[in-house]
């Protein structure tokens, strides 16, 4: 059986340091990189779509008053209104008429209901659900709207209301913002309606324009360039540089922040740019031709990465402890008790058995406390092929039923295997539960076997009545409980235990740092070593988010990991961020009928994601019925979160690739902790990777011995 070391004199992963140094070496590693596993994808996507701020209502309002008052106009359309805020203002500020053209139905209902909302009962603002296209049929809505407007004035109202100059009827054409092929599309309207007397438009987003051929040059936009001037000048210019071409790169830096804002970012902005620029540029490299950055942690880093995601990477790499299965282990044969297991069960109970029946021999135990024992499936295999009295232990009421009806299918007519239904919590009375357990179990020898019968059976050494406490997946704050109670209960000779579900554990204070967690961390030298790095970074905490992050997958899974897997992780992580996004902002009404919203073929694009969850959605509204409007404003909502966030999305699988080198770090920060807080107690620790991570990913088993 692997032993990883002592874990008071050195690291785990025999690095040769004391275990303090150890355990710093990893806190500050933590500390430094805290934004991985804190990045939250609907707070990243928000923080980069950009919103009308009442700066630039205010200003463009002027502006636009202005223009109107020189060009005597007394209504405007407003383009791409959004929820109509510039709209109200040029209306109730500067006496306009005013009609937004919104191509999102669900900011149209937005801004009819902030319209609705406001004191005055009669307002000459409207909000109407249409998009502008680049063809006749558009430039004729518009000019039947512009009559509509030119055809009924505002009533009740002089011309010169605040201090405007007088104006007749007509009309300016505006927009804030206006993405893509809206701004040309707005230009060549503005010069084919002769009606519209001025226009005012600020452009953004230059490279969402429509490109016409990928290959064309210098310019592959269908919208640009579109004066003679430039057309006649990029000529010119690409005759000289053949292989010259503004295309979406040159467009998306176009729309990227300018000078004034980059000059006023601190040092530490530049570095987080830095690092985010270089690691998403070289990870993205790296999943895009189908290979994974996992391939390099070994010390086969790349010469022109940069210095920070190399020590980044080498770092990551070297602090976790050992994954790959123990090559001492052999798995136990459990053909016939192998009934109703999947395989990553049976996988997990063939590996666990033998650790167990070979944990028992060394420390003399004849009976096991099987914790969470779920359905029995360990139970059964320690009973019957190593002749251990066993007594499951589980919270379920359900499962309890299914382990009994499980024992009861058995041939044998005779068992020893009891299953409880018994929570075990972190306080004296589950303790004295489990005395009186133990008590129970060495005072009832398994009936009709002799010791020597058992000891003799599958080669187990000899036992006494020792009790040997088990195990398997023990999730939050189980394993902390279990690991106390092992050191309070002196009858108990060993523990064999494999966690999971660290971000389960309970929460005593969400703003305590450097850690919020009840049962972590359990020993002095990793407290310690968390306050000494939290001196130095007051801002940094050990959370649900971090636990969440240990508690995923290791490097074995994603590694393997075809293109393909990848796209599809993309869309499924983005899809439900947008879900989550719209339902918590936006749907409150919105509740599941199925426990899962949608399968895995629901993710083949966007459209089939929507149709899947709107199947395995209801709605709850104040209104008595839901009519066919209120699904349209969710799943317009939807949509714009999607067509809005969608150029971000190759982000999310170069923050993937991160948090899975920070992942086993995060991982061995809990393990180590566990085992040092053993050791302080005096007694004799190790960690073994009793399975194969990449069928089970939490495979770290934690034996004590007494």
């Given at each position: 059986?692997?032993n990883?070391?002592?874990f008071s004199?050195?690291s785990p992963?025999?690095l040769?340091?004391e275990?303090?140094?150890y ?9 430094e ?6 990045f939250?994808l609907?707070?990243f996507f928000?923080e980069?779509v950009?919103?009308?701020?009442p700066?630039?209502v205010s200003y ?7 223009t109107c008052?020189?060009t ?6 407003d383009?791409?209104s ?9 209306h109730?500020q500067c006496?306009?008429?005013v009609?937004g053209?919104?191509a999102q139905a669900?900011?149209?209902h937005g801004?009819?209901r902030?319209v609705k909302?406001?004191e ?5 603002i409207q909000t109407m659900?249409?998009k502008?296209?680049d063809?006749p ?7 039947l709207l ?7 004035p505002l009533?009740?109202?002089s ?5 405007d ?6 009309t300016c054409m505006?927009?804030l913002?206006c993405?893509g092929?809206l701004?040309?599309i707005m230009?060549?309207m503005?010069?084919?309606v002769?009606r519209l007397?001025?226009?005012?438009c600020?452009?953004?987003c230059y490279h969402?324009?429509s ?6 040059r210098?310019?592959c936009?269908?919208?640009?360039p579109?004066?003679r001037t430039?057309q ?6 690409g005759?000289?540089f053949?292989d010259w071409?503004?295309?979406v790169?040159?467009m998306?830096?176009a729309a990227?922040?300018t000078?004034?804002r980059?000059a ?8 987080f ?10 990870l993205?490299?790296v999943?895009s031709?189908g290979?994974?950055?996992i391939?390099y ?6 010469d ?9 990477v080498?770092t990551?790499a ?10 001492d282990?052999v ?6 008790l192998?009934?109703?297991?999947t395989?990553k069960k049976?996988?997990e109970v063939s ?11 060394k420390?003399s135990c004849?009976?096991?406390i099987?914790v969470?024992?779920g359905?029995?499936?360990l139970?059964?295999v320690l009973?019957h092929q ?7 232990v589980?919270?379920?009421a359900?499962?309890?039923?299914g382990?009994?009806r499980r024992?009861?299918s058995?041939e044998d007519?005779e068992t020893?295997?009891q299953t ?12 004295r539960?489990?005395e009186?357990?133990i008590?129970s179990?060495?005072?009832s020898p398994?009936?009709?076997?002799s010791q020597?019968d058992?000891?003799n ?6 036992r006494d009545?020792g009790?040997c406490m088990v195990?398997?997946?023990c ?5 902390p409980i279990?690991i106390k109670m092992?050191i ?5 000779r060993?523990?064999?235990c494999v966690s999971?579900?660290y971000h389960g554990?309970?929460?005593t204070?969400?703003d ?5 967690f009840?049962?972590f961390?359990l020993?002095?030298?990793?407290q ?7 001196r130095e ?15 995923q997958?290791t490097?074995a899974?994603?590694?393997?990991q075809?293109y393909?897997?990848h ?9 439900r961020?947008?879900l989550?996004?719209?339902?918590s902002t936006?749907?409150?009404g ?7 919203v949608?399968r895995?073929?629901?993710f083949?694009s966007?459209p089939?994601?929507?149709?899947a ?8 509204s ?6 066919e409007?209120d ?18 999305f ?6 993937t690739?991160?948090q899975v080198?920070l992942?086993p ?10 085992c040092l807080?053993?050791q302080e107690?005096?007694l004799?620790?190790e960690v073994v990777?009793i399975?194969?991570?990449?069928i089970?990913?939490?495979?770290l088993?934690i034996?004590?011995?007494r």
């Amino acid at each position: 059986m692997a032993n990883f070391g002592d874990f008071s004199s050195i690291s785990p992963n025999c690095l040769g340091i004391e275990a303090g140094e150890y355990v710093e070496r990893i806190c500050r590693l933590l500390a430094e990189q805290k934004w991985i596993y804190n990045f939250q994808l609907t707070r990243f996507f928000l923080e980069r779509v950009w919103e009308k701020v009442p700066e630039e209502v205010s200003y463009l309002a002027s502006v636009v008053r202005d223009t109107c008052g020189k060009t005597s106009c007394s209504s405007v359309i407003d383009v791409g209104s959004g929820l109509g805020y510039l709209g109200q203002v040029l209306h109730h500020q500067c006496g306009l008429q005013v009609v937004g053209v919104e191509a999102q139905a669900s900011h149209v209902h937005g801004a009819q209901r902030r319209v609705k909302s406001q004191e005055d009962k009669e307002t000459h603002i409207q909000t109407m659900n249409l998009k502008l296209k680049d063809d006749p049929s558009s430039i004729r809505d518009l000019e039947l709207l512009i009559s509509s407007l030119q055809q009924s004035p505002l009533e009740g109202q002089s011309q010169s209301q605040n201090g405007d100059i007088k104006r007749d009827n007509g009309t300016c054409m505006f927009g804030l913002h206006c993405c893509g092929d809206l701004c040309p599309i707005m230009l060549k309207m503005f010069t084919c309606v002769e009606r519209l007397r001025c226009l005012v438009c600020v452009s953004c987003c230059y490279h969402g324009m429509s490109v016409t051929d990928p290959d064309s040059r210098p310019s592959c936009f269908k919208n640009f360039p579109l004066s003679r001037t430039v057309q006649e000048k990029l000529k010119e210019v690409g005759r000289d540089f053949p292989d010259w071409q503004l295309n979406v790169f040159a467009m998306r830096l176009a729309a990227q922040e300018t000078r004034a804002r980059w000059a006023c970012q601190s040092y530490e902005d530049h570095q987080f740019h830095t690092r985010s620029v270089a690691y998403r540029a070289i990870l993205e490299h790296v999943v895009s031709t189908g290979r994974s950055c996992i391939c390099y942690i070994s010390g086969h880093l790349k010469d022109d990465w940069p210095t920070t995601l190399k020590a980044f990477v080498e770092t990551a790499a070297s602090l976790p402890l050992p994954r790959q299965q123990s090559p001492d282990l052999v798995a136990m044969e459990i053909k016939d008790l192998a009934r109703g297991m999947t395989p990553k069960k049976k996988h997990e109970v063939s590996y666990l058995a033998s650790v167990v029946r070979d944990t028992c021999g060394k420390t003399s135990c004849s009976s096991v406390i099987d914790v969470g024992s779920g359905l029995g499936y360990l139970g059964q295999v320690l009973h019957h092929q190593c002749g251990l009295q066993v007594v499951g232990v589980e919270a379920q009421a359900s499962h309890v039923h299914g382990a009994q009806r499980r024992v009861k299918s058995q041939e044998d007519k005779e068992t020893h295997i009891q299953t409880m239904n018994l929570k075990l919590n972190d306080d004296p009375s589950s303790i004295r539960d489990l005395e009186l357990l133990i008590s129970s179990l060495q005072q009832s020898p398994s009936e009709g076997q002799s010791q020597t019968d058992v000891s003799n059976r599958n080669g187990d050494i000899d036992r006494d009545d020792g009790t040997c406490m088990v195990g398997l997946h023990c999730c939050g704050d189980l394993c902390p409980i279990m690991i106390k109670m092992f050191i309070s209960v002196e009858r108990l000779r060993c523990l064999v235990c494999v966690s999971c579900c660290y971000h389960g554990m309970s929460v005593t204070d969400p703003d305590s740092r450097p850690s919020c967690f009840k049962n972590f961390p359990l020993s002095r030298t990793v407290q310690e070593k968390l306050k000494e790095v939290g001196r130095e970074f007051p801002d940094w905490q050990l959370n649900v988010f971090a636990m969440r992050l240990a508690a995923q997958e290791t490097r074995a899974r994603w590694a393997c990991q075809s293109y393909e897997d990848h796209q599809f992780h993309t869309r499924s992580v983005a899809y439900r961020a947008i879900l989550e996004h719209v339902v918590s902002t936006a749907g409150k009404g919105i509740q599941k009928l199925k426990r899962k919203v949608t399968r895995k073929d629901a993710f083949q694009s966007f459209p089939v994601y929507l149709a899947a969850v709107f199947g395995r959605l209801t709605l709850h509204s104040d209104e008595a019925v839901q009519t066919e409007e209120d699904w349209k404003k969710y799943h317009d909502a939807l949509q714009q979160s999607h067509d809005q966030w969608e150029e971000f999305f190759p982000y999310i699988e170069v923050i993937t690739a991160l948090q899975v080198l920070l992942q086993p770090v995060l991982e061995t920060l809990v393990t180590v902790d566990r085992c040092l807080y053993l050791q302080e107690q005096g007694l004799k620790t190790e960690v073994v990777p009793i399975f194969d991570d990449s069928i089970s990913p939490r495979n770290l088993a934690i034996i004590a011995e007494r």
